[in-house]
């Protein structure tokens, strides 16, 4: 690297906006999408998609709301030919879908888009030319006269083939016409590019219905996102007859992080600035470092509340099926479809996610920490995955996921405490079956329904137990000696029971509270005890988990686990206190 860098890169040079607007404005309504993955996605990969491919992601596309959908650079290969051939004879085009086609400004390959598209009832038709100086200088060797020259004279080439195709075929054609290099590009001179080219489509057939697309491509990113939407405004401002123009943005990421980059504050930025349509594609595949992910710009209006227009609800099924055409796997952090972005293992992030995601159960506007958007409406749920950074809101949630068990705080620092003795020893992640055996083994929990049974390793069990009308009977065994008991179903009874049934044992016990709860998995309780000495002051306190068909049972298990707990020696200092 050198010392300095000056002499070798040059400053992109900004550009003189007076009253610049963008800043100040907000986007109130998605712009017109046109998905390139076909063309600009598939000229930039190892392996070219075939023609079933293509097929594929074309219908993919459609089903997923796009309505502008670049399909091939016809005159590159016989595959891009054919593929424009195909949607058209067989139908495949629905009706409100416009195929797009892209050729340099070349008489040759102009034609043979033109025939390409034969048939199709609405085709853009995009030529491009550069008007960058290192384009002019380095490929065409020309001047700026013959730029402009050159981009009439095409212009109105293509005007007079679209008479003449619309005449035989019916076809509807707009131009779409690129300045490559256009953020390389001095302004006024893509002005009077533009002004020439308009000029030229006008001036050589009767006026069209379908405004000209002016594309002004970041082709290569070489500034910031804000010098960017400085020159879309300017162009916006500047253009003459802007009303009768749309402006569109084509941004590749060049400055980038992770496979997103600035592309999408660029995108964002320029359609602040004026422009009303997007190209990009999805999960930002493209040339060199990618062209803009449009599944972010897309998200990131729909989080600020803003209606997409596309859908991305089965997002998974999106991601498969892109990486498997394209060869390019979707980073585990994309802001949207990355498979660790509904994840988290922080502690701090867990607690609030579980706390926010509690409180989504009564309101309709979503306000979690640290989750922008809800993942259930991409098809995704979020994940709290448990390691040495994790806390006791992190293992609560597996536990309420994986088991149904809400537990009450002083239960989930016990857990925590477990997990984190594991987790932080063995330096691993614990997997949810993991936490769920820590959780079973702490508090003897005793799940007679659900598939994670576990056998009472304590001094008291439930031998047996059968509930009728109003009472219950079975036999508790203490100490390896069956005792009989029988009580009323209420749960204060219950608990009576089972404490006078365990008095033997020589130790009072308190209840301090108990918590039940119902779902398709039974009955679960939850029960808290005290032991009491003698003179009736406080010792430890633990609690005790149980689940079963029927609710007295369940809290007859949940106290015979409180129980063992005491007596093994597990304990809650500063009993008597509610937790
Ligand atoms: C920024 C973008 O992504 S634009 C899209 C780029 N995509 C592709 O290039 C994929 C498909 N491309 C191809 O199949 C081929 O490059 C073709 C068919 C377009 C042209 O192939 P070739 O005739 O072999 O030319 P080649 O690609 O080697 O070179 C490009 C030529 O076109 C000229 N050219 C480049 N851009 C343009 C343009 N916008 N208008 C007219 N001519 C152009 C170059 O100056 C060069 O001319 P030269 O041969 O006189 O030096
Ligand atoms: C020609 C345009 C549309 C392009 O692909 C680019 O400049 O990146």
């Known amino acids: 690297m050198l010392l300095d860098p000056s002499p070798k890169y040059q400053r992109i040079k900004p550009v003189n906006l007076v009253d610049r607007q963008w800043p100040s404005r907000t986007i109130e309504h998605h712009p017109t999408w046109l998905s390139t993955d076909l063309r600009d996605g598939n000229q930039a990969i190892v392996k070219p998609m075939s023609i079933a491919q293509k097929l594929a992601l074309f219908r993919i596309l459609v089903e997923r709301g796009f309505r502008q959908i670049e399909v091939a650079f016809p005159a590159a290969s016989e595959t891009e030919f054919g593929f424009v051939r195909t949607l058209i004879q067989n139908q495949e085009i629905p009706d409100g879908v416009a195929i797009q086609v892209i050729t340099p400004a070349r008489k040759d390959l102009i034609l043979r888009s033109f025939e390409a598209t034969r048939g199709a009832k609405h085709v853009l038709m995009q030529l491009y030319s550069s008007t960058a100086p290192v384009f002019r200088d380095v490929v065409y060797k020309n001047t700026n006269e013959d730029i402009i020259r050159m981009a009439a004279e095409h212009t109105a080439f293509a005007r007079i083939t679209a008479i003449q195709y619309s005449k035989e075929y019916g076809t509807e054609f707009q131009l779409v016409y690129a300045i490559e290099g256009f953020?390389?590009?001095?302004?006024?001179?893509?002005?009077?590019?533009?002004?020439a080219v308009k000029n030229a489509w006008d001036s050589h057939g009767p006026p069209t219905a379908r405004p000209i697309i002016f594309n002004l491509p970041a082709s290569v990113e070489c500034g910031p996102a804000n010098h960017y939407a400085d020159q879309v405004e300017y162009i916006h401002k500047n253009l003459p007859n802007r009303d009768q123009c749309i402006l569109s943005v084509h941004v590749h990421n060049d400055r980038v992080q992770l496979t997103i980059g600035t592309a999408v504050a660029a995108t964002e930025q320029a359609l602040l600035a004026g422009a009303e349509r997007v190209e990009g594609c999805l999960f930002g595949n493209g040339e060199r470092t990618g062209n803009v992910d449009l599944v972010t710009v897309a998200l990131n209006l729909y989080s600020q509340g803003v209606a997409p227009g596309l859908d991305f609800s089965r997002m998974d099924e999106l991601v498969q099926f892109m990486t498997q055409v394209n060869g390019i796997p979707v980073h585990p952090r994309h802001p949207y479809a990355g498979e660790l972005v509904y994840t988290a293992f922080s502690g701090g992030h867990q607690?609030?996610?579980?706390?926010?995601?509690?409180?989504?159960?009564?309101?309709?506007?979503?306000?979690?920490?640290?989750?922008?958007?809800?993942?259930?409406?991409?098809?995704?749920?979020?994940?709290?995955?448990?390691?040495?950074?994790?806390?006791?809101?992190?293992?609560?949630?597996?536990?309420?996921?994986?088991?149904?068990?809400?537990?009450?705080?002083?239960?989930?620092?016990?857990?925590?405490?477990?997990?984190?003795?594991?987790?932080?020893?063995?330096?691993?992640?614990?997997?949810?079956?993991?936490?769920?055996?820590?959780?079973?083994?702490?508090?003897?929990?005793?799940?007679?329904?659900?598939?994670?049974?576990?056998?009472?390793?304590?001094?008291?069990?439930?031998?047996?137990?059968?509930?009728?009308?109003?009472?219950?009977?079975?036999?508790?065994?203490?100490?390896?000696?069956?005792?009989?008991?029988?009580?009323t179903i209420q749960s204060p009874a219950v608990i009576k029971t089972c404490l006078q049934t365990v008095n033997g044992l020589g130790l009072r016990f308190k209840l301090l509270e108990e918590e039940q709860r119902s779902s398709i998995l039974g009955f679960t309780s939850l029960v808290h005890l005290e032991i009491q000495s003698k003179t009736g002051s406080h010792g430890n306190s633990w609690w005790g988990a149980g689940r079963a068909k029927q609710q007295p049972e369940a809290t007859l298990r949940a106290a015979i686990s409180a129980v063992n707990g005491l007596l093994s020696g597990k304990g809650i200092a500063n009993a008597g206190v509610k937790c």
């Open 351 to 487: 607690d609030g996610i579980r706390k926010g995601l509690h409180l989504m159960e009564n309101s309709t506007v979503w306000a979690v920490p640290y989750l922008p958007l809800d993942p259930t409406d991409f098809g995704r749920v979020y994940e709290a995955r448990i390691n040495s950074q994790s806390g006791k809101g992190g293992a609560a949630y597996v536990l309420e996921q994986s088991l149904d068990i809400y537990l009450p705080r002083s239960m989930q620092m016990e857990v925590s405490k477990a997990v984190q003795l594991v987790s932080d020893s063995e330096g691993r992640e614990l997997p949810a079956d993991e936490i769920c055996t820590i959780f079973s083994d702490l508090f003897d929990f005793h799940d007679s329904v659900g598939r994670k049974a576990v056998a009472s390793t304590g001094r008291v069990s439930l031998q047996s137990c059968e509930i009728h009308e109003e009472t219950m009977d079975g036999v508790i065994v203490v100490d390896q000696k069956p005792l009989p008991f029988h009580t």
């Open 183 to 195: 953020s390389q590009s001095d302004m006024d001179f893509v002005i009077k590019v533009c002004d």
